[in-house]
């Protein structure tokens, strides 16, 4: 009775072994396991199954992917949002592989620096760039915008005001500083061009107009002396005598096709 007993114990073992063995485990690693969204800027993350060798390359535009393989189809992302959201796929003969990953969106850099969450210092040297640092004081990494039409108030009023015309979609690691060099133009023609010695704060876009113009000048490559004969039209409605005040060897930088053009471009942008 003993000896049937151990037998019949051998064998389930022997089958719970050989079940086990024959299991064929799966998994799914997306990398990388942080995915961060950055809006206009496609994102590359790689799906790795271990019933499938070869890694699987997907292109995530906003809220869609796009197969870069496909033997691999149905794929979705719910929710792309801040937080937690999942990647599903299933491949060709219906087996299903899902994913979570953390997606970080972009929030506006003036909205992180009135939370803490980001230090901001801003250099205006010249009528042409500023230098913008930023440290991320979180314990996360921190995706901004600074959107078109943002600008850089002067502390000190006897200074021009300076628009940003190149926005930045960034991020920054924890813990780090980064400095980024933005091209600008000046807002009040008969201020003084900045040296470096005063102060600036950022701010976000308070006329739509110059919203607009700024968000032509990112998208579309523009002589310098035409994106400030433009903004001045603008913020000071100036004329094209009074754009000759920039000068370079007391020669007038803003030609007559230079304002001719900015003209063009505001008609275009307000009609």
């Known amino acids: 009775m003993k000896k049937r007993f151990y037998i019949m114990l051998l064998s389930a073992l022997l089958l719970l072994l050989t079940g086990c063995s024959g299991r064929k485990q799966s998994y799914v690693r997306l990398s990388p396991s942080e995915l961060t969204i950055l809006d206009g800027k496609p994102c590359d993350l790689r799906l790795v199954c271990s019933d499938k060798p070869d890694d699987v390359t997907y292109t995530l535009e906003?809220?869609?992917?796009?197969?870069?393989?496909?033997?691999?189809?149905?794929?979705?992302?719910?929710?792309?949002?801040?937080?937690?959201?999942?990647?599903?796929?299933?491949d060709s003969s219906g087996t299903a592989y899902s994913a979570v990953i953390k997606v970080i969106m972009p929030k506006p850099l003036t909205e992180l620096e009135k939370t803490g969450a980001?230090?901001?210092?801003?250099?205006?040297?010249?009528?042409?760039?500023?230098?913008?640092?930023?440290?991320?004081?979180?314990?996360?990494?921190?995706?901004?915008?600074?959107?078109?039409?943002?600008?850089?108030?002067?502390?000190?009023?006897?200074?021009?005001?300076?628009?940003?015309?190149?926005?930045?979609?960034?991020s920054v690691t924890a813990g780090i500083t980064v400095t980024y060099d933005v091209n600008t133009c000046c807002m009040d023609i008969h201020r003084a061009v900045p040296d470096g010695n005063s102060g600036y704060t950022l701010s976000a876009a308070s006329d739509r107009r110059i919203?607009?113009?700024?968000?032509?000048?990112?998208?579309?490559?523009?002589?310098?002396?035409?994106?400030?004969?433009?903004?001045?039209?603008?913020?000071?409605?100036?004329?094209?005598a009074d754009c000759g005040i920039l000068q370079n060897n007391y020669d007038r930088v803003i030609k007559r096709e230079h304002y001719d053009t900015a003209q063009e471009i505001i008609d275009s942008i307000t009609s």
């Open 118 to 170: 980001v230090t901001i210092r801003i250099i205006c040297e010249n009528i042409q760039n500023a230098r913008i640092t930023v440290t991320n004081n979180t314990d996360d990494t921190i995706s901004f915008s600074l959107p078109a039409g943002s600008y850089l108030a002067s502390d000190d009023e006897m200074y021009q005001d300076m628009l940003v015309t190149s926005p930045l979609r960034e």
């Open 211 to 240: 919203e607009a113009l700024s968000g032509y000048f990112a998208e579309n490559e523009t002589d310098y002396c035409v994106r400030q004969a433009a903004v001045w039209i603008l913020t000071d409605n100036a004329t094209f």
């Open 62 to 90: 906003g809220s869609s992917i796009i197969l870069a393989d496909k033997g691999l189809e149905g794929v979705t992302v719910t929710p792309v949002e801040d937080g937690t959201s999942t990647v599903s796929v299933h």
